[in-house]
Structures are given as structure tokens and as C-alpha cells.
């Protein structure tokens, strides 16, 4: 008998609750199913949440967005700073981020007609850019934690969208760190910190990739109870 996949496993026991077994289980079985059924939905998008590179033009829902950010407010956060904050460009915006992009890449060679229209559609072509900062703490080890609870907010916003199947990418690069980028984006750098910018949209995922093994990842000491 062939293996099947994770979905189609989640298909079958929803068909089978649906149509036979809904009335003859208990409550407290049928909640231990679905908890099964979520968990396997979670562990189903992380597997498929990939850095999307090429976005079409079609538009995302702003509710699925809006959805996606107040996930991120989720993300665990050690002292309660809860310093994530989100900002969505428009499309003015975005088109000054082009030019800033083409300025900055004609620094180190030169900018021909091919590339620039390259450019543009990387910025805009997606549906929504998000641009994902950090408050600012005065403290270095605030400042550290801060950082990865940001990453976890980002990671928690990404997995949203990709069980609502929309695709995203996390960039970062010389742009978001220029003092021009803050302007553009109307971001006060004495406030916050620019990490990231996050592009949401539909697009094709890349190849697979070939992932450390399990065994290459978690160590364990049992052996060296006394």
C-alpha cells in the first residue's frame, strides 16, 4: 500500500467524522481529533512555508494580512516588550524603494535598462510589502532578546500566510539599513530598528532543499545519567 502525505491523511479523517463517526463518539474523543487534526495542520505548514523569489501581480486579501500580523502578536517574548511592529508600504513608496535599490546597486556596477525593469518588479510586483521593525532598547541584552522575539513574531506572521496558502519572503540587505529607506517608509530610526522587509504574495516555491539530517541536530546525554 502506498505512504500517503500528511494532507490526505488530514482529508480522510475529516471525511470519516463527517459522514460515520460524528455520532458515536464522545465529546471528549472527538476533541483529542481535532486537536490531532490542528496539530498536524501546524506541523503541515511549517514543512511548506518556503522563501518565495518570483511574485505574481495578483492581490492577497487584506484580511488574510491583517490576520497574519495579529498571529505575529503571538510570538513568545521573554520581558513583554513585545517590540515587533509592522508597517505596510504603498505603492508611491515602494516605487521609491526601487529607485533607492538602483542607486544603491549602480554604486558597485552599472545599471542597465534590463536590470532596473528587474528591479521594479522585484518591489513591486508583490502584493504587499511589510516592513518589519524593532523598538529600540537601550540595553544590549534587552535588545538581543528582542531581536529573537521579533524573529519568532516574523516566523509566526509567515507560517499564517502559508497555511492560508500565500507565499512570503523575509529580506533584509544594504536598503533597509539605509537612512533613506527610513524616510521613505515614514519609520523613525531613533525609535525603531528596520529588520527586515517581508513580501507577500502568490509565487512559485524554489526546488527542494536537502535539510541537516535529525540525527545531526539533537544530541541527548541520557547515557551519562548517574
Known amino acids: 500500500m502506498d505512504k500517503i502525505s500528511d494532507d490526505q491523511l ?88 526601487a529607485q533607492l535599490a538602483i542607486e544603491l546597486k549602480s554604486e558597485r556596477r552599472k545599471v542597465d535598462s534590463r536590470t532596473s525593469d528587474q528591479i521594479y518588479s522585484k518591489i513591486l510586483d508583490p502584493s504587499h510589502l511589510i516592513v518589519a521593525s524593532q523598538i529600540l532598547s537601550n540595553d544590549p541584552k534587552y535588545k538581543l532578546e528582542d531581536y529573537a522575539a521579533c524573529a519568532c513574531a516574523i516566523q509566526n506572521l509567515l507560517l499564517s500566510l502559508v497555511n492560508d496558502g500565500v507565499g512570503s519572503k523575509w529580506s533584509t540587505g544594504n536598503i533597509i539599513t539605509h537612512k533613506n529607506t527610513y524616510e521613505i517608509v515614514d519609520v523613525d530610526p531613533l525609535s525603531e530598528n528596520i529588520i527586515g522587509f517581508i513580501w507577500i504574495g502568490y509565487g512559485t516555491p524554489p526546488n527542494h532543499i536537502q535539510r541537516p539530517s535529525f540525527q545531526s541536530l539533537y544530541r541527548t546525554n541520557d547515557s551519562k545519567d548517574r
Open 10 to 97: 488530514i482529508q480522510l479523517i475529516e471525511i470519516i467524522l463527517d459522514n460515520y463517526w460524528i455520532s458515536t463518539i464522545s465529546n471528549s474523543q472527538l476533541f483529542i481529533i481535532q486537536k490531532f487534526l490542528k496539530s498536524m495542520e501546524l506541523q503541515n505548514a511549517i514543512k511548506l512555508r518556503r522563501t518565495i523569489h518570483s511574485f505574481s501581480k495578483a492581490e492577497v486579501s487584506e484580511n488574510i494580512v491583517q490576520r497574519a500580523i495579529e498571529m505575529a502578536n503571538y510570538a513568545p517574548c521573554h520581558r513583554l516588550t513585545f517590540p515587533w511592529r509592522f508597517t505596510k508600504i504603498n505603492t508611491t513608496q515602494r516605487k521609491y524603494l
